[in-house]
């Protein structure tokens, strides 16, 4: 397995993963710092899982396709 085949900024994917990435970055961040109902923390912990599958998901697409 070769990690430089994560980084392909031509591939559509690769941006996709970044933005899981930010999105799951983001939500953390929002867990951590504000005061939110019991309810919306939960939507939001679903959503940064979700968004860690997706790009993980993204991850090992990216690892399986070969290099032009």
Known sequence: MNLKSLWQPHHPVFWLMVVFNILSSV??????????PY???????????CNVAGG???????LQKKRP
């Open 56 to 62: 993980l998901w993204c991850a090992w697409l990216l």
């Open 39 to 49: 309810p919306v923390m939960l939507l939001i912990g679903l959503v940064a899982l």
């Open 27 to 36: 939500c953390a961040w929002a867990l951590r710092n504000m005061a939110l």
